[in-house]
């Protein structure tokens, strides 16, 4: 069996093998163009395109808080919602917001929301670009982490410059701050999510892209990483991380992004131990003319406990999503997750990793042109310290956008 030290060294030379390999595929000279994504808007006013949305939703959840306790009950649920754009030419805005709404008859219910907008210059050697967005969401506390629901604010600040030379590489450069704030009474196992959770996280980035064909290209990326607790500054670190990436634009036979990393993770105090790595997360699909489609999301890095004395988690997700078209208007789709949340990288503690696992489907009859009713089943079955499993099936509603903004609830045939 490997040790430690030696599964790092063999992890950074795989990297670096994979690095050298890429590289040399990217002399190839080629360019992907940026997409409209207003041309298919719903509702257009001059500049101004724009395409409204709802999802509604009523059903049956069994543990719809994910308790080892659960507390069966029903649920109904809205989310309206807009996406637009302004400009068509080298000036591209675009805006969106959602506002979901949540009801149960034994639970207390919530109201989520969020809004945001970008700015980006597209069709010149300099394109500088800007994007913000804002998320007020009780969604379960970090990612896959086990917790009861609990209303947190986020805002992700995204801006950076990309330069093409020439037509054989691009220059890359970003600054992302994402600032996250829990309520003053999330509390989750006794912890004080507030206290042991708030934070601000910095990531400064660099990279150069390569087109490979008219379809791919590759990005090598370095950036260097900050993270500082408002109310727990002992769980302050420092952090680095390279990569490499690679996007398959449509229409390509398997379209998507994928990136491959390594991560390196310091401690400001003694506290906790460095982290190093390998991190990642991959969109791929494969879309059949018959309409069927075949897709899988892999997501590989550290995020922090809400436990202090665990520090940091490394989670690692797949998901497998498959849909089938039977007709002009109906489909099926069917979906399959799992997920480890390894705390011991942290704490050489044993005993502490959870697993995470589900499997569903949903099917849909196409009323008319964007708009869709059905319905779906999902199973979910976590098995670590604080075990739990649960149960969701409802009869829904999709009406207007291709591109539905989820804030908690599971949206059909947009996972």
């Not at 030419?89 to 709404?101: D, H, I, M, P």
């Not at 690679?246 to 105090?269: D, E, M, N």
Request: proline share 4%; hydrophobic share 40%; charged share 20%.
């Amino acid at each position: 069996m490997l040790t430690l030290a030696e599964a790092r060294s063999r992890s950074a030379r795989s990297l670096v093998s994979l690095l050298l390999a890429l590289g040399v595929a990217a002399a190839v000279d080629a360019q992907i163009p940026e997409p409209d994504l207003s041309a298919n808007a719903r509702v257009h006013l001059g500049p101004v395109a724009m395409t409204p949305g709802i999802v509604c939703s009523a059903g049956y959840d069994t543990n719809p808080y994910g308790d080892p306790v659960p507390v069966e009950t029903y649920e109904f649920y809205a989310t309206p919602q807009v996406e637009g754009w302004i400009g068509r030419a080298a000036n591209r805005a675009s805006f969106w917001g959602a506002v979901e709404l949540i009801a149960f008859t034994d639970l207390v219910g919530a109201r989520n929301w969020q809004a945001g907008g970008e700015y980006r210059r597209v069709g010149s050697r300099i394109r500088p670009f800007v994007r913000y967005n804002a998320k007020h969401t009780n969604a379960n506390p970090t990612g896959y982490e086990v917790g009861r629901k609990s209303m947190r604010i986020e805002g992700d600040f995204f801006g950076g410059v990309l330069v093409t030379p020439g037509a054989r590489f691009t220059l890359g450069g970003s600054f992302r701050s994402t600032v996250t704030r829990w309520d003053a009474d999330a509390i989750y196992q006794g912890s004080d999510l507030r206290q042991s959770l708030n934070r601000r996280s910095n990531a400064v980035r660099g990279s150069v892209g390569f087109p490979v064909t008219p379809l791919t290209s590759l990005e090598f990326g370095a950036e260097a990483t900050t993270d500082r607790f408002v109310y727990s500054p002992e769980r302050d670190g420092n952090g680095a991380r390279v990569d490499v990436g690679i996007a398959l634009a449509s229409p390509a036979v398997i379209r998507g992004s994928a990136v491959l990393g390594y991560r390196h993770f310091h401690s400001l105090t003694s506290s906790a131990g460095d982290f190093d790595g390998f991190v990642g997360h991959a969109t791929l699909g494969y879309a059949r003319g018959s309409g069927g489609y075949l897709g899988g999301v892999f997501v590989r890095d550290m995020d922090f406990s809400y436990d202090e004395s665990l520090s940091y988690y490394v989670s690692t997700s797949f998901e497998v999503t498959a849909m089938q078209t039977l007709s002009t208007r109906w489909r099926l789709q069917g979906f399959a997750t799992v997920a480890w949340l390894d705390y011991r990288a942290s704490t050489n503690a044993q005993g502490n990793d959870q697993r995470a696992a589900g499997v569903g489907g949903a099917v849909g009859y196409n009323l008319r042109p964007r708009t869709v009713i059905g319905a779906s089943i999902d199973w979910t079955n976590v098995v670590g310290s604080r075990a739990w499993n649960g149960l969701r099936t409802v009869a829904f509603l999709t009406y207007g956008s291709d591109n539905f903004q989820r804030l908690d609830r599971p949206v059909p045939f947009s996972r």
